[in-house]
């Protein structure tokens, strides 16, 4: 049996800690390249090492897959991921709430910031059409959707939040490359500091590389990434509004 | 292999295709851009830039400050030439660093300045003849001649890094590197200037990075003794500058297509379909192979109800590269699936749709676009599908395959899934070589009958488009579905028309034949 204080990777026998890895070198294969390579798994504490595959990647690179066993282990129960912990609801859940209980519309301004010209993920989320078999938030009755669409500069999102009055701004980041996403939504998140407009904000962003705690190093809410379903996003508004009617 | 389809159907959609470019064609005839005037200051040698501002965008906001943009660049360089006994590059310097005036220099008369144009245009269009010659014989003069041609990508954002691995890529086994631009480049109404080394998500294209790629593929190509292409970019608002550079710098394919530019990046069409037409002129001429971006239209929707759209577009493509001069063999048209793996029959499909591209344009070097939309991060069954895809690449006998990558869903390409690409693709152009003239397709099963289908499809949407034009259709989203106005969109302040002193020579057929006999 798995202890969870004692978790270790399976590749056939329990606790045998079987990891494959793949990398290149910028060196030639030779001799002395395999040796290497098998030095970098050895210092990420690969025990038991076996190079079962190695190419000459022309030009001066070479290509290596090595097996190896880790005596390390985890202990799950030490384990806590910032998650955003709130109740699931569906469609008619979450008008009903905000219909009746909270009695409100939801002002939604949403984009795709900066350069990234990617609308896809966003469209998911925000478009009738949905996602996952389910309908965006356009089609929920209580919410109102500004759907700015793709590189839209964060200027631009600021004016279009106070214009609209928004409760929630959604921006999506799809390119990630030198963290220009990270920088994106920083900025964005100084200018709404700047004009006083973070506080009474849901400020909320998504993409493939995005989750809650990288959004919540950028002073976002929340994050949303993979295989996110409009539905997951607007129980997080609803929950969020009646948290801070609470508070 | 051959799908049965009616000749009779493919003409009728031809000649819908010609009628609608035509359209465009004569709507734009008598107009030119910023970018179609900057090129022109290119290929005629001005190169260089002021802090960062280069100088041929200096020149044209000269003027453009004094209300004679309608006159074109090369007649106030003409005049400029006629008045100074500075040259076309002394010209720019003088321009660019904010001491010279071209507008306040003194007139003169029209017939000085044709003369002095074509004089510089002739020398041009006969040096970069003679390039092209001399670039055609190198590539003739290597050992190893295969099809068809793998294409990989490199998008590092730093040109020594993708010069390190196109080099290695083409060791592996590639024939075609094409350098991913930073993103958003195509926004922008300039071309940077110089060697670079901080792009996002690719490398910027600039008239250095050029020169320097261009000189490791021929390195490599002597060293494998195969000849390495060379492929950029140029759709976006610089299409015809940076058409240009790359007939300067010797690159061999160009990614050219306004209508991803309209309906991606939301460029004017006016604008960017003036561009596409000079620069796919200028790359005709000098022999340079376009590919098309008919893959990025079944990106966003359904891939499989709206494949028709991809074949509407193509025949458009073809006829507004005819139009522009080009051969069907220059034209290299885009092709993708895109197809949902989850879909019964989606390998049939998938073969079915490549073979009809093939028959329906037998000439073009087709570019071939494998799967990224339904490639997640498993890495491992995202090598299953780019396997099955370079299948039907040799299956149905394409002649570019941009090779699909295990990571697609992850990041641009690492050194080693290059590699990993390359050694599926040229397993299956040997392993797969001759499937094509043993097998066949049954006679009205399914594949005859999705064949049929998207070609009628087809033909019903280009009668449609054929009614209301280009601009309309894509007024009314007949194109993924994305809406786009004829005045909207980025760069409609730069489309100017010509006035009776406008001069581009490059246009005139008979300085064109001089040019090119000389060069022999
Ligand atoms: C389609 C696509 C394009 C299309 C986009 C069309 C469009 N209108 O969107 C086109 C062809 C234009 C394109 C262009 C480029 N692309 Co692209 N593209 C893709 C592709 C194939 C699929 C992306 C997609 O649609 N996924 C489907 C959606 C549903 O998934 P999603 O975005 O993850 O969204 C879900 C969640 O993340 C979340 N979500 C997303 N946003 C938001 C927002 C909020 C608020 C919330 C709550 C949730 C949320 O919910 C969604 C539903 O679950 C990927 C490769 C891949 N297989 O992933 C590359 C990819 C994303 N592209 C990439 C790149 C680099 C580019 C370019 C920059 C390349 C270049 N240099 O030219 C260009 C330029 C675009 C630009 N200026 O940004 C890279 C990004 C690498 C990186 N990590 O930075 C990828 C990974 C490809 C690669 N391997 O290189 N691309």
Redesign the interface.
Known sequence: MTSIEEVRPYGDRLNDGAIQI???L?IPLSAQSKEAAKQVAGKLGLEHLRLIYA?D?????S?YIIYGRTSGSINLSSIHIPTVDIPQMDFWQINDLLAHELKKTVTVVGATMG???H??GL?AILSAKGFGGESGLERYPQFKIYNLGA?VPAEEVLREIIEQKADVALISQV?T??Q?HLQNLSYLEDLLEGEELRQDLILICGG?YIDTEVALEVGFDAGFG?GTTPSQVASFVVNELLRRRRA | MKLAISSEQVQHCRAMALAIAHEVQMEISRMSTISVERSLLRLLGMEGATAGIPWVNVFLEQIQEHNVLEDGALYWLGNTLCATDLSISQIGQEVGEGRLDVVKTVRHPLKDIQASIAAVTMESLRRIFLLRAQRRQFRNGLPIHVSPLLYVIVASGNIHDDIAQAKAAAEQGADVIAVIRSTAQSLLDFVPEGVTTEGFGGTYATQANYRLMRAALDEVSRKTGRYIHQVNYCSGLCMAEIAALAILEGLDLMVNDALYGILFRDLNMVRTMIDQHFSRYLLGLFDLIIVTGEDNLIKTVDAFQEYYIVLTSQFINEQLAKQAGMEEKQIGLGHAAELDPSLPDSFLWELVQAQLVRQIFPHSPVKFMPPTRYISGNIFFAHVLDTLFNLVAIWTGQEIILLGMPTEGIHTPYVQDRYLSLESAMHLRSAACSLRKELNFRQNGKSKARAQGILDQTESTLSEIEQIGLWTALNRGMFSQIKRSRKGGRGYEGVFPISQFYLNPFLDQELVKRARKIAR
């Open positions: 793949s990398f290149s910028p190419q990647l022309g030009n001066s690179f290509f350069a990234d010209a609308t896809v469209d590189q390119v490359q030198r220009s493939p993979p």
